[in-house]
């Protein structure tokens, strides 16, 4: 890829892509099997081949090896008509040139721009957080810096009870490191799923001995000589810990497309269902990218953080680079390992939901599926893959159970309807 001056304009059929995470790779790969026939450039701010991110709180975390897991190997790279750039920070984009700026001074021109930068561990905001041995876990470096402070570590809390947290805890756990757990919110797993399935896991957690403190604030990350050696919770509890792990979600990486007047704010950028931003040009994707989501309560623009999304916006973002209609959307997926139970999740729970449990939770092994308006808008499934994968159909054709109580029978099988295109 050639670097221009400010004053020049790119060629017209170059690709940049901003980010170099599931998405941006998910979208360089799906161009060069398309047979783009322009350049396409990678630009990641890390300074290694791009990885793969769920299992930082996984078996990397507790296992014996902390290597990262590329998303290609080496020889893809080489191989590939792709400019891959790594540890290159893009600070800035100017639309009307289509060009963008690095930390370092390189001006980088474009054709098409996809903003796939995904986002940083967020903050909470309390006082202590800057000390030694609090930690977040976005990527290999936290990682890295977390491991690191575990040797010799015998107490943890973990702030936030969402799947981060929870998936820290029992790699702490299985490490033999005792844990806490503070979540404000009543229950754990609050904005992602049902009360039955939240139920379940802080049995499961509780059962792996955690200590498990819900609708329970935290007030301070207490600490002595630089150091964390505990929190201070709002009732003026104090749990002594060696190793802080907060665990509060993320905040998109957007400031350059907001300075640039794209259409969002702090919170994410607005794409259509192509995933184009408001400016010319401009596509943004993966975590980063606020699109309307006809799965929602309510259909609203949302953010969705998952690798199922991030591929999703690459293979539209290809389709529309290449003039190809878009494709029919497919209900979001998730999922999450904890103690080797793994929760898959197609569409998206609301509070507002019927929740129908297929199976016995305290057994384990069990789905809950959530109707609204009579009709299948999501399901979990514990350990329970067959389910999964009739759900994903279902739930996009919006299945409405002839029988509640067929659907609650844990030993008939979910119709199976072929799958909407993906």
Not at 213 to 239: K, W
Not at 347 to 370: H, I, K, N
Not at 393 to 410: F, G, Q, T
């Amino acid at each position: 890829m050639t670097e221009v001056n400010p004053d020049e304009r790119s060629v017209v059929n170059e690709v940049l892509i901003v980010g170099a995470g599931h998405a941006g790779v998910a979208l360089a790969v799906a161009l060069v099997k398309a047979d783009h026939p322009g350049t396409v450039t990678l630009i990641g701010d890390e300074p290694c081949l791009p990885y793969e991110r769920p299992p930082l709180t996984k078996r990397l975390l507790y296992g014996t090896s902390a290597v990262a897991v590329p998303l290609r190997s080496a020889e893809y790279w080489e191989r590939s008509p792709v400019v891959l750039r790594t540890g290159e920070r893009v600070v800035a984009v100017d639309p009307e040139r289509r060009t963008v700026r690095t930390a370092g001074g390189s001006t980088v021109g474009y054709g098409s721009l996809v903003w796939a930068a995904g986002g940083r561990a967020a903050a909470c905001g309390l006082p202590g957080e800057e000390l030694h041995g609090v930690h977040t876990l976005r990527d290999h470096g936290d990682l890295t810096a977390l491991r690191a402070d575990l040797t010799g570590a015998r107490r943890a809390v973990v702030i936030g009870g969402g799947y981060i947290g929870l998936e820290a805890a029992a790699a702490l756990r299985t490490l033999g490191v005792a844990v806490t757990v503070v979540e404000v919110a009543p229950r754990l797993l609050a904005r992602v799923t049902g009360s039955v399935v939240s139920g379940f896991f802080t049995a499961l957690h509780r059962g792996q001995g955690v200590d498990v403190r819900s609708g329970t604030g935290v007030a301070a990350i207490l600490g002595r000589d630089g150091r964390a050696t505990g929190v201070r919770l709002g009732d003026d509890t104090t749990l002594p810990a060696d190793v802080v792990i907060v665990g509060v979600g993320m905040r998109p990486t957007v400031a350059a497309l907001v300075a640039a007047r794209a259409r969002g704010d702090a919170g994410g950028i607005d794409v259509d269902a192509e995933c184009r931003t408001s400016l010319p040009g401009v596509y943004a994707i993966g975590d980063c990218a606020r699109q309307p989501n006809p799965w929602s309560e309510h259909g609203g623009a949302m953010r969705v953080e998952s690798v199922h999304n991030a591929g999703q916006h690459a293979s539209a973002v290809a389709r529309a680079i290449a003039g190809l209609p878009p494709l029919d959307p497919a209900p979001p997926r998730f999922w999450s390992t904890q103690y080797g139970r793994e929760l898959r999740t197609v569409g998206l729970p609301a509070p507002t939901d019927e929740q129908v449990a297929r199976g016995d939770p305290a057994l384990g092994d069990f789905s809950v599926a959530y109707l609204r308006d009579g009709r299948l808008a999501a399901l979990d499934a514990v350990d329970r893959p067959r389910d999964f994968a009739r759900a994903q159909a279902l739930v996009a054709a919006r299945w409405c159970p002839p029988d509640p109580e067929v659907l609650a029978s844990p030993d008939r099988d979910l119709p199976r309807l072929t799958p909407a295109a993906t």
